[in-house]
């Protein structure tokens, strides 16, 4: 096999200047691996730059799946800059490479910016099955950014003896997320405002113990001059979502997730700053028509999905809070709770979709204008790209738009008195996030939720059996079950044939076990951790929902730039193999899941 042909059709090898693929062609080797034989283990230091030009690779690691490379995909990059392999990789099937050694794919970094910026890309955590795309110069400015270049948010101490309530007001005085909490022998913790709310919420704490008690020490930091890229990977091996700055080993202040991620989606201004400086519901219209562009460029940088979401979330959460805060007065916002409920409460809405909102008042608490502030919040919201709900489940329409003792009643209705309308509002209903208001509201209202399941343990199955409402479109012979006819025809619906049987799977059994997560892939974890799912099927199932809703994104992205509507359909044939392969996988995953289901809560005797 002669690679420099091979290397001259795939990226970014493709960039280079004739002279430099020749050098290459000279420096390589091709080498073959059988089926499930190794090509690294685990910890071993890389010499060479792998690109697959036939066949297929996984990463195992603590027994499970963590990536996998097909035909053009190069791998591993962090290993060979990091001199050690984060798992075995394994040859899915025979498998052709073409091996770069270290010390020639270390000059090509130096000398050729155009073959290191979509490399690079792949260090932000590329998700299986995407593609490197040109990125125009930006990722090399974030490769080479420092930490100082973002916005640190100054440093917020108490003491560790300041009781909650003082860390709380203190939070809210200064519009902080965290503060860090300083003990008497000097060690400093961290606290967020999610600590705070379950301190006091979930856990019973008094509002008055020791802000101390509930930090978290052992506090993970950065220096200042250190590289943003660095403060990523920082957050994505600890799973943290800031990390404490230093200068000089002083705290200079914290680094948030959501601003590093917006640093990398667009260096000349931050989405979050912009919202939060909106005065108007014009400058917030400005800063909501920015979060597509977002979206299509942490996407085109390979910024895995689950960070995406966890990104959008976020500004989708400061965006609502903002305009809730712009429409309505003070007394409004401090006697109720404003909420997002499906896919927008679980943080897996990405593209603008369908608005799904509620607003719990105060019981005895009246406004003579609050007709008018919810109908001018859907306005507002449809302004800004977000379509109005089909099914009407918004803030606007009163059936959502009521006191607590009235969505109470409502609960009590969906448990006690089972329709299909019903377990579709429950559904929603549960997956409910609070964004701006009292969250001690939704609290409540889920503690009730709780509360009356425990008197009827039969809701659970009749309630899990939409998992298997909906029929995989995979064939007996493991071929694509597709639209013969109409506007979808050779199209499958990605939503009804694999997510939502996953994501609803998983959230009733979520339900069943009283997890506080929306988010389906933190449910599957706590659900593994509860010993309820076995690590390899919860790693499947992962996996599995990941692919499926990353081939949406990309789906909607080109739909989106084509001028076309948005929807979960998507032609097999226009996939390439390797996509095609893990589509199928993943519908395996989806009938193995339904048939845990089925068993787990007993569907053949629901009637």
């Known amino acids: 096999m002669e690679p420099r042909p091979q290397l001259s059709r795939i990226p970014p090898f493709d960039r280079l200047p004739a002279e430099t693929l020749a050098r290459v062609a000279e420096a390589v080797d091709v080498l073959f691996f059988r089926r499930d034989q190794t090509v690294l283990t685990e910890q071993e230091a890389p010499d060479s730059l792998y690109v697959l030009t036939q066949g297929s690779v996984q990463v195992l690691a603590g027994g499970e799946v963590i990536a996998r490379y097909g035909p053009e995909d190069c791998f591993d990059l962090e290993a060979l800059l990091r001199r050690r392999s984060p798992g075995r990789i394994v040859a899915r099937e025979d498998t052709v490479c073409v091996a770069l050694p270290r010390a020639e794919f270390l000059y090509l970094l130096a000398e050729c910016p155009e073959f290191a910026d979509p490399l690079f890309a792949e260090l932000a955590g590329r998700t299986a099955g995407s593609r490197p795309v040109d990125t125009h110069g930006e990722l090399a400015g974030f490769m080479i950014a420092k930490i100082g270049d973002a916005y640190v948010h100054p440093p917020l101490q108490v003491t560790a003896a300041s009781s909650i309530h003082e860390a709380a007001r203190a939070m809210r005085d200064n519009r902080a997320t965290s503060l860090l909490v300083v003990r008497e022998d000097g060690e400093i913790g961290i606290c967020s405002g999610t600590d705070l709310r379950n301190a006091v919420v979930i856990e019973r704490r008094s509002p008055d113990a020791p802000v101390g008690d509930i930090a978290s020490y052992g506090l993970v930091s950065l ?19 800031r990390v404490v700055i230093r200068h000089d080993g002083a705290i200079r202040g914290v680094l948030e997730q959501v601003d590093l991620l917006s640093y990398l989606s667009n260096h000349s201004h931050l989405i979050a700053v912009q919202i939060e400086r909106a005065g108007s519901r014009e400058e917030l219209a400005k800063a909501s028509h920015e979060l597509t562009r977002v979206i299509e460029a942490l996407h085109g940088k390979g910024v895995k999905l689950r960070y995406i979401g966890q990104l959008l979330s976020e500004l989708n959460k400061k965006l609502l809070g903002k305009l809730f805060t712009l429409i309505a007065p003070p007394e409004l916002i401090d006697n109720a709770c404003l909420v997002v409920m499906g896919s927008e409460g679980r943080e897996e809405q990405i593209l603008k979709t369908d608005q799904d909102n509620a607003l719990l008042l105060r019981d005895g608490y009246t406004h003579p204008g609050l007709d008018a502030i919810t109908q001018a919040f859907t306005e507002a919201l449809v302004a800004f790209g977000y379509p109005p709900c089909p099914g009407n489940i918004m803030v606007s329409n009163p059936y959502w738009t009521k006191p607590l003792g009235a969505f109470k009643d409502e609960i009590f209705n969906w448990i006690k008195r089972p329709s299909e309308d019903g377990f579709m509002h429950f559904a929603i209903f549960f997956d409910a996030m609070p964004v701006a208001g009292d969250t001690a509201l939704l609290d409540e209202a889920k503690r009730y939720l709780h509360q009356q399941l425990q008197s009827n343990s039969g809701f659970f199955a ?22 013969k006819d109409g506007q979808h025809r050779d199209e499958l619906d990605l939503k009804k044939g694999g997510i939502f049987p996953l994501t609803h799977g998983v959230r009733s059994l979520a339900l ?25 099927r919860a790693a499947e199932l992962t996996e599995a929902l990941t692919m499926m809703s990353t ?18 359909f998507v032609n097999p044939n226009e996939l390439n193999k390797l996509e095609r392969e893990l589509l199928r996988d993943s519908f395996k995953i989806v009938n193995e899941f339904k048939k845990f289901i089925t068993f787990h809560f007993k569907l053949n005797l629901v009637t």
Do not use: C, W, Y
């Open 223 to 241: 220096e200042e001059d250190d590289f943003l890229f660095n403060a990523l990977l920082t957050m994505t091996r600890h799973s943290i979502s």
């Open 462 to 483: 009749h309630f899990a059996r939409a998992t298997v409402s909906f029929e995989t479109p995979l064939g007996f012979f493991q071929n694509f079950v597709t639209g």
């Open 512 to 536: 069943e076990h009283r997890l506080e997560p929306t988010n389906t892939l933190e449910r599957i974890e706590a659900l593994e951790a509860k010993g309820v799912l076995t690590p390899a």
């Open 551 to 568: 081939l949406r994104l990309t789906t909607g992205l080109r739909k989106l730039k084509a001028g076309l509507p948005q929807d979960n």
